[in-house]
């Protein structure tokens, strides 16, 4: 009889240990675009901290105040993830970027032409940040040489390198691809998907202010987004997009967050 009891415990012990290695909880990060204007980093990572975000994504410019905002947040025991550039004809500098080194910090990288000198640029900078562990990620981007996940997914193919993965973009993919298509699309670039953003959109919305809106609002169902992405295993971040969004951005940034809490419960809680 006590072992029987013992089995029954060690199977349920076994079954909780399973379910909780299963919860679907990425960090999530604020876009820069979407942080009130003029705030010094120190300031940021407050109001980042106390929200419960991870940290801040996509800050702008190959410069020296990546490594000084990064050190601020770290201060705070947040993270500063990206950086935002343009794919051009020579391979970025690493001078900027040796502070961040093996942090788990991203390029994400749009192309908005695309030619044979770009896709070694693009290779050369794969090698050169490989070495300090930083990520390269095409960044698909609607009116962009590389605007949809097939065209990122060629890209992949031409650089032919282990450290060039693809941001998925709800708000680019909605304006660019189907929203039928969106299962298929994730299936596709599954293992090469290094990161995604999101925020509130319309399903049907042609233009940014129906295609950006924060994540409490819009009638596309994050849930099947977010679903989608635990079915696959996802394991990287998850980038909160703000651009363009009007009204009190730390309002903005407070009521996405809660959103966010509440989309994670019903991925979780789900069949």
């Known amino acids: 009889m006590m072992k029987q009891v013992f089995t029954l415990c060690l199977l349920n012990l076994v079954l909780s240990l399973s379910l909780y290695s299963e919860k679907f909880e990425p960090q999530f990060y604020a876009f820069l675009n979407g942080m009130p204007p003029g705030t ?3 300031k940021e990572a ?9 940290g801040v994504s996509q800050v702008f410019g190959l410069n020296q105040h990546i490594a000084t905002r990064s ?3 770290r201060k705070h025991g947040l993270k500063v993830l990206s950086v935002y550039l343009n794919a051009g004809e020579s391979p970025f500098p690493t001078e900027h970027l040796k502070p961040l080194a093996n942090q788990g910090f991203m390029i994400e990288l749009t192309l908005q032409k695309k030619s044979p000198k770009i896709i070694a640029a ?7 940040m490989a070495a300090l562990g930083i990520k390269v990620t095409l960044y698909p981007h609607a009116g962009f040489a590389v605007a949809t996940i097939p065209q990122a997914m060629e890209v992949i193919k031409e650089v032919n390198h282990p450290n060039l993965g693809i ?18 699309t994730l299936d596709t670039c599954a293992s090469h998907l290094f990161s995604v953003t999101t925020n509130g959109a319309d399903i049907d919305g042609k233009h940014w202010p129906m295609l950006i809106q924060t994540l409490d609002k819009g009638s596309f169902p994050q849930e099947r987004l977010f679903k ?3 079915e696959l295993k996802f394991k990287g971040p998850v980038g909160l997009q703000g651009y363009g969004i009007k009204g009190d951005k730390a309002e903005n940034i407070t009521k996405s967050i809660k959103a966010w809490q509440d989309i994670l419960k019903q991925v979780n809680t789900s069949n």
């Open 122 to 128: 693009i290779r050369q900078t794969c090698d050169k």
């Open 228 to 230: 989608k992405l635990k």
């Open 167 to 184: 941001t998925f973009n709800l708000c680019h993919f909605l304006k660019s691809e189907k929203a039928e298509d969106l299962e298929k």
């Open 40 to 42: 010094a980093p120190e």
């Open 71 to 73: 050190n601020t947040y």
């Open 46 to 54: 407050e109001i980042l901290k106390k929200l419960g975000y991870a």
